[in-house]
């Protein structure tokens, strides 16, 4: 069936090849013989009408350079006595030798239409053919011929295909050798970084109160079904988030708190911990991270590391944080507060969050009622204040 279909489709676009080559075609053609067509259609109300118009110029009695002849000598003679006139003399010759070479041109003209039925008949068939194949392959000459070159080239396809899928599977081994080597070099970096970022990794999120092992798991698949466009390894994180549970997947065992902190970890190692006044970034390779429930489950120490680390990122991406701790907080460039009020409306009551960006004061006190809950005092707020000058 394969074979049928390919020798028909040899077949089809020879003729079509053939067919448009044998017609020599040039893409004005058209339009030059319809201009011919015309004249020659034409030919002896053109001859007429030319002799006609020669004639009233020039060949008789009463032509307009006989009547511009008499005028001008008319003027000649009132130039005499009057220079006025020299000037009008001087445009009716200039319209009377006008007249006599318009004149003359028309009798040339006249004498050059030829009627020729056998001429004609030529062009008729020509633009016939030409018509026939602008119905089956283009709507102008020139898209007939773009028509025939693309026929050609299919055909030089088809008939030469064994040797163009010799050709592409020639390149094609080619590129997955060089795609093999290159992917088993990524492959051999990538399992000596991810040792070492392993253990970068465990030393962060233990001070992030996740008393646990990280391991990165990388898988090599050789196989082309396995090839992507930054290798054949597929990469999974794994972690055990207290001692001496096995290692599961990351996103498996997990919490939101414990999933923030392990990308903090993560983060922070990648980017070796870098104190935020030792490296501002760029505009324009800023990047936002957010963090929410980065404070579950801990407090104190761990979480003024987790503040500390923040602060670092800070330096090199945009950062948002959603906490609860002052440990954390204090860290902040910027605070804002996200309240949510009841109000009524119509006879229901609705919940409304807002949030604003903190002053001085305000967030000093802030500070306080999160320590210290609803009430402040004199002791919380002393003590926002020194955190806020500590970690500036």
Known sequence: REEQDRLRLIDLWSFQKREIEQAKLDPEEDVRL????????????????????HELLYESAGSAATLLGNAAKNLQELARYDERFQEQVSAIESARITSEDVGNALRDHAESIQASPARLAEIEDRLALLDRLKRKYGATL??????????????E???????????LRQQLDTAASQFLGLAREISHKRQQHARRLEKMVEVEINALAIRGKFKIEITANEEPSGWRQNGFDEAAYLISTNPGEP???LEQVASGGELSRVMLALKSSVEGGQHPKSRKADASELRTLVFDEIDTGI???????????LKALSATHQVFCVTHLPQIACFADQHYLIEKKERREGGSTRVQTSIRLLNATERTQELARMMSGASLTETSLAHAEQMLKANA
Do not use: P, W, Y
């Open 34 to 53: 319809e201009a011919e067509k015309r004249i020659l259609a034409n030919a002896e109300k053109l001859f007429a009408t030319a002799m006609s118009a």
């Open 142 to 155: 020139t898209e007939v011929i773009a028509f025939g070159a693309q026929a050609s080239r299919k055909l």
């Open 157 to 167: 396809e088809i008939e030469n295909r064994e040797e163009i899928l010799k050709q």
């Open 247 to 249: 290692m599961h997947a």
């Open 299 to 309: 407090g104190g120490q761990a979480a003024e590391a987790v503040g500390k680390k």
